[in-house]
């Protein structure tokens, strides 16, 4: 069993920025693909950011230049910095990874973007 945990969600205005935690139990985060994906009101789920095992990235295109997913190792955390957050970033952040017995997620942390 994986357990990921989310954190630092939160209400921002347009252009702030936050930064999202997900501390992860059993398995180490360097060594598993993280990802982290978003969940707007009616929408499905999408991919924002991963980190792959030799630490390469990708984004989204709507996040691209904004967005920065790094991880901690000495803290088994992986984070998503999100800066000149906009209304449409709006959306519950979930973090995930897929080991070989499953497919496992947090329970999301929620970042209203909005005046």
């Known amino acids: 069993q994986v357990h990921l945990v989310e954190s630092g969600g939160g209400l921002v205005q347009p252009g702030g920025s936050l930064r999202l935690s997900c501390v992860a139990s059993t398995i180490r985060v360097n060594l598993n693909d993280m990802g982290w994906f978003r969940q707007a009101p009616g929408k499905q789920r999408e991919l924002v950011a991963r980190?792959?095992?030799?630490?390469?990235?990708n984004y989204a295109d709507s996040v691209k230049g904004r967005f920065t997913i790094f991880r901690d190792n000495a803290k088994n955390t992986v984070y998503l910095q999100m800066n000149n957050l906009k209304p449409e970033d709006t959306a519950a952040y979930y973090c995930?990874?897929?080991?070989?017995?499953?497919?496992?997620w947090g329970k999301g942390t929620p970042v209203p973007v909005s005046s």
């Open positions: 995930n990874t897929v080991v070989p017995y499953g497919d496992y």
């Open positions: 980190i792959l095992i030799r630490g390469s990235t």
